[in-house]
């Protein structure tokens, strides 16, 4: 079965910081990947995927994301933050098939400004 | 036009009613689901839809029931309230093909 872990529950960064948020899958074969932000209050926003192809990924608001196959990983990085990116990041993985969605616990990203 | 609409946004109610939520996607899409969202917030898979027909029915309550009257309608029924019923609810759509899930904004779910 598929799952997702993403090992920093809270991140803490200064605005205008870097960030990178991780997150390693578990899956038979190569998955779909999409990273989600959630801000308070609101529904889940797709960042980015990755289905195949060019390994690093773009998305919106300046994300982007690498696919590692060699350490079943796909982190999330953004070269500087801004105070509005402070929200509940999902990493999630889906297989080819349509069914079971499975989603990662989250990282909760808090910038102080 | 709003993809993917939830409502109401969201319930307040007493342990032992029933409530429903629903949901409709203008996307043309042939799946869709019901996550649960907890206080912590995880996110937990309930059901799957796909063309109307149950395909992941995950270990909830039977309290807890689904309703597809068409592909762009999923609605969830809860009887008998209980105090940790109280989540926030997500519905969700995906095209054919596997391609990204379109996330409702959520009902939030108030059991007292």
């Known amino acids: 079965a598929q799952s997702v872990t993403q090992p920093d529950i809270h991140i803490t960064v200064s605005e205008g910081a870097s960030l990178e948020l991780r997150c390693n899958y578990s899956?038979?074969?190569?998955?779909?990947l999409f990273w989600y932000v959630q801000s308070p209050g609101q529904g889940l926003q797709l960042l980015l995927k990755?289905?195949?192809?060019?390994?690093l990924v773009q998305g919106i608001k300046g994300f982007e994301a690498e696919f590692k196959r060699s350490q079943s990983s796909f982190n999330l990085r953004k070269p500087s933050v801004h105070w509005s990116d402070a929200a509940e990041y999902f990493c999630?993985?889906?297989?080819?098939?349509?069914?079971?969605?499975?989603f990662g616990p989250g990282t909760r990203l808090s910038v102080l400004p | 036009d709003t993809a993917v609409s939830q409502t109401p946004k969201y319930l307040v109610t007493q342990m032992g009613n029933d409530k429903s939520i629903k949901c409709e996607q203008n996307l043309g899409h042939d799946t869709m689901y019901w996550y649960k969202q907890d206080s912590k917030k995880f996110l937990k898979i309930m059901f799957s839809y796909n063309n109307k027909e149950l395909i992941i029915n995950e270990t909830v309550p039977n309290r807890f029931s689904p309703k597809s009257p068409d592909k762009a309608h999923l609605n969830l029924h809860i009887n008998s309230l209980e105090l940790g019923d109280s989540a926030v609810y997500f519905c969700a759509s995906r095209g054919l093909g596997a391609g990204e899930l379109f996330f409702g904004e959520g009902s939030r779910l108030t059991v007292l």
């Open positions: 899956y038979g074969a190569t998955p779909y």
């Open positions: 990755y289905f195949s192809g060019d390994t």
């Open positions: 999630a993985v889906g297989p080819r098939e349509v069914q079971n969605f499975v």
